[in-house]
């Protein structure tokens, strides 16, 4: 291979790279700034405490019930044209917001957005898995880790963007990046042969280690979802303003970043993931008993805490599910199906959040049933023995 030639190649790879990390970054803004705006977009509206879970709850449901298709729709539309439409979903759900800023209007995009967002996530793993084999676990880090800043990104500024542009125009700007993540996607990936990957693939419902999976990543992503919608609500509700709150998620999410880069860098040296799993599940924990007993003296270590926990965890719950298929037609299927049942099971938590709230004007009963959740992970993790295979 010519030095130009191999110029070319690596040119090309670090524009796929971008792209893969890019899509990662429009995946959560269509949550991520509604926590902070929450207050605002209440007395606008007239939206309720549950019709406001219902802005996390159905986006995540529609990303659940997607994903479980995830192995027809490679077939049908290849992870490349799938993955592109996905995008673009996401960004037409971002521009209707503008106009279709009424409580139903906004329920409506939240589940046109989630659609999007599950033919992102179901489809790339398979093609990422497929194109770089070797790298696999590593882009898989980065991509993760390109979502959760999306989501630091969204939360941080929302409040002074809301503010000097108004609500809705802040959610519907988010069409913007989501607009170039396609265009940068159609460039790098628009070459690229789709393979026969999915081809043969079936969900794998038979699989008592694949349900096990898939309770894990529910579980784990339901401490995710909770905190992305109910954060922001829980520290306005104890004096703190919008933009602080804001902020606080904003930093949560920042530090969910840098856990999951440190997960991306150091994951190949742990090819037994137990260790790292029992680790970060204690430090949600620990983040989540701070909210509990002290969440205005103790948000800081809590923020930290909950970071670090939850933002090695999402890609450690993916990592060690591609631990179990060595194929891509059986990453894309697993995936799926992981990825499907789970986010239909953490769908649940900000809804029932936004219920307990309604019912108690307090979210500390959520944060203690999202740390029994935890704990049944930790007895989960131990299950996770390297080498095991899907039975």
């Known amino acids: 291979m010519s030095s130009r030639t191999e110029a070319q190649h690596s040119f090309s790879t670090a524009?796929?790279?971008?792209?893969?990390?890019?899509?990662?970054?429009?995946?959560?803004?269509?949550?991520?700034?509604i926590g902070p705006l929450l207050g605002v977009i209440e007395a606008s509206t007239g939206i309720s405490s549950a019709d406001a879970g219902l802005l996390t709850t159905v986006p995540v449901f529609a990303m659940g019930v997607c994903a479980l298709g995830g192995a027809q729709l490679q077939r049908r539309l290849g992870a490349v044209?799938?993955?592109?439409?996905?995008?673009?979903?996401?960004?037409?759900?971002?521009?209707?917001?503008?106009?279709?800023?009424?409580s139903a209007g906004l329920i409506a995009t939240a589940a046109l957005g989630g659609l999007g967002i599950a033919l992102v996530q179901a489809l790339l793993p398979a093609f990422i898995k497929r194109r770089f084999p070797e790298r696999a676990g590593q882009l898989m880090g980065f991509?993760?880790?390109?979502?959760?800043?999306?989501?630091?990104?969204?939360?941080?500024?929302?409040?002074?963007?809301?503010?000097?542009?108004?609500?809705?125009v802040l959610l519907a700007l988010w069409a913007l990046p989501a607009a170039a993540a396609l265009l940068l996607?159609?460039?790098?990936?628009?070459?690229?042969?789709?393979?026969?990957?999915?081809?043969?693939?079936?969900l794998p419902t038979g699989s008592g280690r694949a349900w096990l999976l898939m309770l894990f990543f529910g579980i784990g992503t339901g401490a995710y979802t909770l905190v992305l919608a109910w954060l922001p609500p829980f520290y306005t509700e104890l004096g703190w303003s919008a933009a602080h709150s804001g902020l606080l998620l904003g930093a949560l999410t920042?530090?969910?970043?840098?856990?999951?880069?440190?997960?991306?860098?150091?994951?190949?040296?742990?090819?037994?993931?137990?260790?790292?799993?029992?680790?970060?599940?204690?430090?949600?924990l620990l983040g989540l008993a701070c909210l509990i007993v002290a969440p205005g003296l103790l948000a800081i270590p809590a923020v930290i805490l909950l970071g670090c926990g939850i933002g090695a965890l999402f890609p450690l719950s993916l990592i060690v599910s591609m631990d179990h298929v060595t194929d891509p037609a059986?990453?894309?299927?697993?995936?799926?199906?992981?990825?499907?049942?789970?986010?239909?099971?953490?769908?649940?938590?900000?809804?029932?959040?936004?219920?307990?709230?309604?019912?108690?004007?307090?979210?500390?009963?959520?944060?203690?049933?999202?740390?029994?959740?935890?704990?049944?992970?930790?007895?989960?993790?131990?299950?996770?023995?390297?080498?095991?295979r899907l039975r």
């Open 185 to 202: 996607w159609r460039r790098a990936a628009g070459g690229h042969r789709e393979g026969s990957a999915g081809a043969g693939a079936s």
């Open 254 to 284: 920042l530090v969910e970043v840098l856990a999951g880069l440190c997960v991306s860098s150091v994951i190949n040296r742990y090819p037994d993931r137990r260790p790292l799993l029992l680790a970060v599940l204690l430090s949600v």
């Open 81 to 102: 044209r799938g993955v592109g439409l996905g995008i673009a979903i996401i960004a037409l759900a971002c521009a209707l917001r503008w106009p279709l800023h009424g």
């Open 15 to 33: 524009l796929l790279v971008a792209a893969i990390i890019l899509l990662g970054l429009n995946l959560r803004p269509i949550l991520a700034a």
């Open 143 to 168: 991509y993760t880790t390109g979502i959760m800043g999306g989501a630091a990104i969204a939360a941080a500024s929302a409040s002074p963007l809301g503010q000097s542009l108004g609500w809705q």
């Open 330 to 388: 059986g990453a894309g299927a697993l995936l799926g199906f992981v990825q499907g049942g789970g986010y239909i099971i953490a769908s649940s938590m900000p809804f029932i959040a936004g219920l307990i709230r309604q019912q108690s004007s307090s979210l500390a009963q959520a944060w203690m049933v999202m740390a029994a959740g935890v704990v049944l992970l930790l007895l989960i993790a131990l299950r996770f023995a390297p080498g095991a």
